[in-house]
């Protein structure tokens, strides 16, 4: 199960409304070993597509040495699907290399923001997606 704070879910939301039509990507770090997603990092998506993503390489350096030096780990790594259901697709799959992380994917498919969206969790490892269930709490 995923457990993160109403806040971080609104931020995660936001990012992913903010970046339509264009795919949003990003993490949540959190201290290395505990599971609890804290520090919300927005990432650029630098394919710039409303069908894929991409994490620049350079950021990408970069952000996972600020992960070493704060002693913390990606607990989620998110992205937006412009047009289709929050579900993972074959190059999610291919691109899932954190076996610890959440996998969490928001559909900005209805693009007014009045309607229903999507927000869904899946551990991704060896290829095999298993969704969990998200519990949205006020603190930790």
Same mark, same amino acid.
């Given at each position: 199960?995923?457990?993160?704070?109403?806040?971080?879910y609104?931020?995660?939301?936001?990012?992913?409304r903010?970046?339509?039509?264009?795919?949003?990507?990003? @993490?949540v770090?959190?201290?290395a070993?505990?599971?609890?997603?804290?520090?919300?990092?927005?990432?650029?998506?630098a394919?710039r597509?409303?069908?894929?993503?991409?994490?620049d390489?350079?950021?990408?350096l970069?952000?996972?040495r600020?992960?070493?030096?704060?002693?913390?780990?990606?607990? @989620?790594?998110?992205?937006?699907?412009?047009?289709?259901e929050?579900?993972?697709?074959?190059?999610?799959?291919?691109?899932?290399?954190?076996?610890?992380?959440?996998?969490?994917l928001?559909?900005?498919?209805?693009?007014?923001?009045?309607?229903e969206?999507?927000?869904r969790s899946?551990?991704i490892?060896e290829?095999? @997606?298993?969704?969990e269930?998200?519990?949205?709490?006020?603190?930790?």
């Amino acid at each position: 199960m995923l457990t993160l704070t109403q806040a971080l879910y609104d931020r995660i939301v936001e990012h992913a409304r903010k970046d339509h039509p264009d795919e949003a990507c990003g @993490i949540v770090a959190g201290p290395a070993g505990t599971d609890r997603p804290e520090r919300f990092v927005p990432m650029l998506n630098a394919a710039r597509s409303p069908t894929f993503y991409e994490f620049d390489s350079k950021d990408l350096l970069k952000l996972y040495r600020e992960l070493d030096d704060r002693d913390e780990e990606p607990v @989620i790594v998110y992205h937006s699907h412009t047009a289709t259901e929050a579900y993972p697709s074959r190059t999610d799959v291919t691109y899932a290399n954190e076996p610890g992380a959440h996998y969490v994917l928001v559909s900005t498919a209805d693009t007014d923001g009045l309607g229903e969206f999507q927000f869904r969790s899946y551990r991704i490892v060896e290829g095999v @997606i298993t969704e969990e269930e998200v519990q949205v709490v006020e603190g930790y």
